[in-house]
């Protein structure tokens, strides 16, 4: 296998702060600029989609990429279509965001997500607070790239959640797997949707058909309790606001199988 592709490989899966979008989106330039062959591409597929169980991204866009170069598509070119549509996917799911949040000022977040960024970053917001997302901490490279595209954001400690939250017009959050009846996310998603219910604050998960699981929801709790609990966790569809989504804002009890069709229209 090509060196460049084991290595890209190798950081992909040692990255522990980069929200899942954008390692998904280093993976296909990887294969379009490393130009492996099928063999190689495939097995780097493989390995990713095998090892990278917390970020469904990675896995579906392993997987329909892997079916592409089965089907007889050159690595580069399979990778660079699927880029293309994972593109038009977060421009078009930044644009519903607009649409629907353009009337908040103040947000609350967490973590670190290429999408959120690109939706602060779109919007007008008076601030946004960014929690600092223990123990990866990965809340202050959001803040830090939100202010460095010239909008107003700031690191919060994880503790002051409680006090944010009364000040805030919403949350918005990001996904890493959107399930039937819930979602994973980073921990202190959970609370965030409990403190939204305490203040009558709406809160929201910005997603993608990328990350949509076909797993059940008992299942993926039992992934959470097998290895990474410490940093993500299962929240409950009955707890968020709305999805905001490429197909557009959609309510948590039929997101999933909408999401779901649509990922496999692409597949």
Known sequence: MSTNIVEATRRILADRVSGSTSLAKRLLKALVETKPTPEEALVALQTISSSAKSMVILRNVSSTCYKLIERGAPPSEAA???L??????????????????GGY??????????????????????????????????????????????????????????????????????????????????LGTGLLTHLCAAYSKPIYAITTKWKVAEASRSGDRAGLRSGYNSVFEWVDSSELGSYISELGTLEPRGAYKRLLKELKAKT
Do not use: W
């Open 84 to 101: 293309e549509e994972l593109d038009r996917s977060v421009e078009e799911c930044v644009g519903e965001g607009v649409i629907r949040l």
């Open 80 to 82: 660079e279509k699927i």
């Open 105 to 186: 000022k103040r947000f609350l977040t967490l973590s670190n997500s290429d999408q959120l960024l690109k939706l602060f970053t779109a919007l007008s917001p008076a601030m946004v607070y960014v929690l600092e997302s223990r123990p990866g901490g990965e809340g202050a490279i959001l803040a830090k790239t939100i202010k460095k595209h010239g909008k107003p954001a700031t690191m919060a400690p994880d503790l002051s959640a409680h006090i944010l939250c009364g000040r805030v017009d919403c949350v918005v959050v990001g996904t890493d797997a959107v399930y039937e009846r819930g979602f994973v996310n980073k």
